[in-house]
């Protein structure tokens, strides 16, 4: 069994539950957000740690969560798509911006897009997505959901370049 996995068994009180897991996870991109913000002229360390966040956060929300509530909330259909498409644009600026230089010109505007519109997305997910999905399905299904996420993350890729990201970027232009 992987070490993270290990250390979340040993914590009782951590949940498994898929979108109080999924709300941690913005957490701490939103935080290394803040730190974007608040860095001086050095941001390539903190965009090296948004890009690892976010290409791990979007897989298992592609590989797992959306398929899962696809198959189990019908009626979240186009909430998903759209979801997808805006994971595909994280994607897309995540993987440029990892093959950039953080002396570029362009590499702390195109950072800052790609908050803008991953912090666009976090809200709606929380304000609008999670709340009708955790009313669709019960606790069951969202510990289950939940266990797979933290699987899944632990076999995640970490860089844009990394195959399993390439294949999810590749699917979402052409699936």
Not at 91 to 114: N, Q
Not at 145 to 164: C, D, H, V
């Amino acid at each position: 069994m992987p070490a993270r996995l290990k250390e979340r068994e040993g914590k009782s009180a951590v949940s498994h539950d898929a979108i109080v897991l999924l709300k941690e996870d913005h957490k701490t991109v939103r935080k290394l957000f803040r730190q974007f913000h608040a860095s001086g002229s050095d941001k390539g360390d903190v965009v090296s740690r948004i890009i690892e966040e976010l290409t791990v956060h979007t897989y298992i929300e592609n590989e797992v969560m959306y398929p899962r509530v696809r198959e189990l909330v019908p009626d979240l259909e186009q909430d998903i798509l759209q979801s997808f498409e805006e994971h595909h644009v994280a994607d897309v600026l995540c993987s440029e911006l990892s093959a950039m230089d953080p002396g570029d010109e362009r590499f702390v505007a195109k950072a800052t897009v790609l908050i803008e519109n991953v912090d666009h997305h976090i809200d709606e997910e929380e304000g609008e997505w999670f709340p009708k999905v955790r009313e669709a399905l019960g606790r069951k299904e969202l510990q289950e959901i939940g266990e797979q996420l933290l699987q899944t993350k632990e076999k995640a890729p970490r860089k844009p370049s990394e195959p399993g990201a390439l294949r999810k970027a590749v699917d979402a232009v052409i699936g």
